[in-house]
């Protein structure tokens, strides 16, 4: 079960994160969410992280969110910040994406099956390397993403079926990510304001909780398997 605690702001956070056995640490490059950081900025903060052991021996990776940006700009980024991937929310021509210098994967938003399926047909083959091979996020009118608002679970399993690495998200918290991974058996999940003290700030309890237990449910679904 791979875990991204996403919208970090603070070097405090993000090392309760890793410490915390988080597999991928999530930053925000869209000035209008209150989880905006500047790539620079971040770019400071994964220099700061660059001796943990988690990033040091490559088990732990750092995301950059990019929305509705050209793919120039999210190269720009890239660089700037020093992440490892591009998390890319928008309408882009997947063939857009191939000009993406580092790996990177498409966040959906599907309000239906049929849209889900219409989704996996566009950019389902998109990402590059062995991270998340879409990330499924709740629809909602007033941002694209980090609303606490909850994903539409029956949609996972939809995307799951065609593409290998589905992460989900939205809405994600302590006390319901062990249901979600139950029901939708996902090969990720990622959490942003579900485990906030405030905007930008974690709660480095809620942190902990909530890497603990997603993986608690992955082990208590394979001890009633066996």
């Given at each position: ?174 006390d319901n990510v062990a249901q979600a991974v139950a ?44």
């Amino acid at each position: 079960m791979k875990v991204k605690i996403c919208g970090l702001t603070r070097l405090e956070d993000a090392e309760a994160a890793l410490d915390a056995g988080a597999d991928y640490l999530g930053f925000v490059f869209h000035p209008p969410s209150p989880r905006f950081i500047e790539p620079a900025r971040a770019g400071e903060l994964i220099n700061h992280l660059g001796t943990h052991g988690r990033l040091a021996n490559g088990r732990a990776r750092c995301v950059g969110l990019c929305v509705n940006l050209t793919p120039k700009q999210m190269n720009e980024a890239a660089v700037l910040s020093g992440i490892d991937l591009l998390q890319v929310y928008g309408n882009p021509d997947p063939e857009d994406l191939l000009a993406l210098v580092p790996e990177c994967f498409m966040a959906v938003r599907p309000r239906s099956r049929d849209e889900a399926s219409e989704l996996v047909g566009r950019y389902g083959t998109v990402s590059r390397g062995a991270g998340p091979g879409l990330l499924v996020d709740s629809y909602s009118r007033k941002a694209w993403g980090g609303t606490g608002e909850q994903a539409d679970w029956s949609l996972v399993r939809t995307v799951a079926a065609s593409v290998p690495r589905t992460m989900l998200a939205g809405g994600l918290a302590p006390d319901n990510v062990a249901q979600a991974v139950a029901q939708t058996d996902p090969w990720g999940v990622d959490v942003s304001s579900g485990v906030e003290a405030a905007p930008g700030l974690k709660d480095v309890d809620a942190v902990r909780a909530f890497v603990s237990q997603a993986r608690q449910a992955v082990t208590n679904r394979t001890a009633m398997q066996a």
